[in-house]
């Protein structure tokens, strides 16, 4: 990161990463009186952004003074990059987490760099605190792709409580609502974060209210998702143009049970442990579905490497570092195993749970073998399994006689 010495007789541009929330209003507002910034907002959109959120965000863009706001749809370069890859690998950190915010951060330095570069930008800010992982991601991956950026964060560098930067804003004439949420919510395609007080604490559950989606549904409904080479088509028979709007179509059908909501207990990139409640409907879901529909599909030892490979790689895809040449070593070895991966699978949502039935696919193995597993087989005699048996166990057969060994006593 470069530090230079600011000209206030000259306004300098810069790019704000901004999402019209206290913080990133504040860095609009503080950048330009304080710092004399010719101030440009960026706000990228991943997921869960209504027309209401846009009207929202434009609204404080304006009331803060900025030079400039463009709003991006990301949702589809989110999915080609990241979203898919970790359907392919069923990423789940620590066997719970789907990444619901921590994948997305990667497209939005990416395309907040690529914005930097087309308007002749090197000055960058974002609104991330000094506390958590959002900072080292979005400077790391910034100083990758545009090593020349100035990074400039005020939140972080000014130690600033929420009071006082309400306090800044009404000083400036800035008088709306900044009512401060009992939770902190952040929402996507790929699931939404909830963190509050409750999960600054080791055994606490979140309760009813701090969810973002209410229960509404107590029946059961029957739901089929169709895959293609690994990547989700069709839900109940109705074909997507893409995969995005099929991922909204599950979580659609399936949040109003409550389904997908758990609390994720990690390692941040900074050293200390975190805790965050989520619910990912449509990502468990999905990353479930996809996982049985392989089970059927590949051979066992294909299912083994993707299980460890896709532990490594979304543990470097939390931490930031999508730009790793392994990370694509590996989604090519994702992508290859992808090949037969296509059917369809029933799944019974419930409230607060579901249930994945079972699958149909011309590639499954279970129907194509010569026999049917516990009851019958016509592929080989008796003969040939006695045969089997004795070659199988012959290496530890002979270990334990050549040693003399009476482990097996204490079994």
Request: one cysteine or more; glycine letters at 8%; aromatic letters at 10%.
């Amino acid at each position: 990161m470069k530090n230079r010495p600011h000209n206030k007789m000259k306004k300098e541009k810069i790019l704000l990463a901004f999402s019209g929330g206290l913080d990133t209003t504040f860095c609009a507002v503080w950048l330009a009186k304080e710092k004399n910034y010719e101030v440009h907002c960026i706000t990228i959109d991943t997921g869960g952004f209504t027309s209401s959120d846009y009207e929202q965000i434009r609204d404080r863009a304006k009331l803060a003074g900025v030079s400039s706001l463009e709003i991006i749809d990301g949702k589809q370069r989110y999915y080609e990059s990241c979203i898919r890859y970790l359907i392919f690998g069923n990423v789940l950190k620590n066997g719970t987490y789907p990444l619901s915010v921590s994948a997305e951060r990667v497209i939005q330095a990416v395309l907040l760099a690529e914005e930097a570069k087309k308007k002749n930008i090197s000055v960058i800010a974002h609104g991330s605190t000094g506390a958590g992982n959002d900072q080292v991601r979005f400077d790391m991956l910034l100083e990758i792709l545009i090593p020349e950026v100035t990074i400039v964060t005020p939140i972080r560098d000014l130690k600033l409580s929420r009071e006082a930067e309400i306090e800044f804003l009404q000083n400036n004439g800035i008088e709306f609502d900044f009512k401060k949420a009992a939770y902190s919510i952040n929402k996507g395609i790929w699931g939404t974060s909830v963190g509050g007080k409750e999960t600054l604490t080791s055994h606490l559950p979140l309760p009813e209210e701090a969810w973002p989606t209410q229960i509404t549904r107590n029946d059961t409904q029957e739901l089929k998702l169709g895959f293609i080479r690994g990547e989700l088509k069709t839900v109940n028979n109705k074909i997507y143009d893409n995969s995005v709007s099929a991922i909204e179509a599950v979580h659609g059908l399936a949040a109003p049970f409550g389904i997908g909501r758990d609390v994720h207990v990690g390692d941040t990139i900074v050293g200390i442990k975190g805790r965050v409640g989520f619910e990912a409907a449509a990502p468990l879901l999905i990353l479930k579905s996809h996982h049985a529909l392989e089970k059927h599909i590949l051979s066992k030892w294909q299912l083994y490497w993707k299980d460890q490979l896709a532990a490594w790689y979304g543990n470097w895809l939390h931490e930031g570092q999508y730009f790793e040449p392994a990370m694509r070593d590996i989604e090519k070895m994702f992508e290859s195993t992808q090949n037969y991966v296509t059917g369809d699978v029933h799944v019974l949502l419930q409230p607060y749970r579901f249930t994945v039935c079972g699958i149909e696919s011309g590639n499954d193995l279970m129907q194509a073998q010569k026999g049917v597993y516990g009851e019958m087989n016509s592929g080989w005699t008796g003969e040939d399994v006695k045969g089997f048996t004795k070659i199988f166990g012959n290496q530890v057969k002979t270990w334990m006689h050549m040693h003399n060994t009476d482990e097996y006593e204490k079994v």
